[in-house]
């Protein structure tokens, strides 16, 4: 079967996969600046915009006029709300940690909103696939995370409980400080960030890659029948990009938990 579909590729024009230029650059559609920074407005922040007005549109309505039974999409978010509280706040912080359950539940609906994007119709592009938008996110909860400690511990103490944490010999603390500073202060926050836009860049580019390849086939009547594979594979590719923004958005929110609760810990 392979060696057909290459003796057959090769009696037409060489397919040419797009390149990450062209899938992820996107022309400014409103130029301006603030001094030296360039705020141009493109495709990717209008996505972002967007988002941000379907989550917020989401709760809103959702909460407007609560009902002591909830129905609709009360329900549902109160079901998530649950969800987060319970599998993720008190199953790693602890019911004093309830606190954050509100925070938690927003960015896991955020972060699944925006990778979402990429199989919705006409928009179909993963905002959390540029950089910046996961940096945010993790900076978020970079902010979080040390002020629980902070919160919990005073600034000194926080920062003591990182730099020198306890059960170690004192020798190690001239390696294990910088270590420990660099792991709460830098790298949390860069694999959150990361682990988001890794999956979703690679994730986009192959969609892309595999629906243009398709539509190659397609359009010559001698592959259509390698075509119609193709896109059968197109729509499981799709499915599992929405079950991957799942995983990532709960991974992501999981993740964010552990670290509050690892500045809060005595024991760290």
Request: aromatic share 14%; glycine share 6%.
């Amino acid at each position: 079967m392979v060696a057909a579909l290459t003796a057959v590729l090769a009696a037409q024009p060489g397919f040419e996969p797009p390149n990450a230029n062209e899938v992820f650059q996107w022309p400014c559609i409103v130029h301006f600046s603030l001094g030296g920074l360039n705020l141009c407005i493109n495709r990717v922040v209008l996505l972002e915009f967007l988002a941000t007005a379907v989550v917020a549109a989401i709760f809103i309505v959702a909460f407007r006029r609560p009902r002591i039974v909830p129905r609709g999409t009360q329900n549902a978010l109160e079901s998530l709300y649950d969800f987060v509280g319970r599998d993720i706040i008190e199953s790693v912080i602890g019911r004093k940690g309830i606190m954050w359950a509100p925070y938690v539940t927003i960015l896991f609906v955020f972060a699944f909103v925006l990778s979402l994007l990429e199989v919705v119709p006409g928009l179909q592009f993963p905002v959390s696939s540029r950089m910046a938008v996961p940096a945010m996110l993790a900076f978020a909860s970079w902010l979080v995370y040390n002020y629980a400690g902070i919160r919990q511990k005073g600034l000194f103490g926080y920062l003591r409980s990182i730099a020198f944490p306890p059960g170690v010999p004192a020798f190690a603390y001239i390696i294990m400080t910088p270590i420990e500073l660099a792991t709460a202060l830098v790298i949390r926050p860069f694999t959150l960030a990361i682990r988001l836009f890794a999956n979703f860049f690679a994730g986009h580019l192959l969609l892309v890659v595999v629906f243009v390849g398709t539509a190659y086939l397609v359009a010559n009547p001698i592959t259509i029948g390698f075509g119609i594979v193709a896109v059968i594979a197109s729509v499981l590719l799709v499915g599992l990009e929405v079950f991957i923004a799942l995983v990532q958005a709960y991974v992501f929110s999981l993740l964010t938990a552990v670290y509050i609760t690892l500045s809060v810990s005595e024991e760290h």
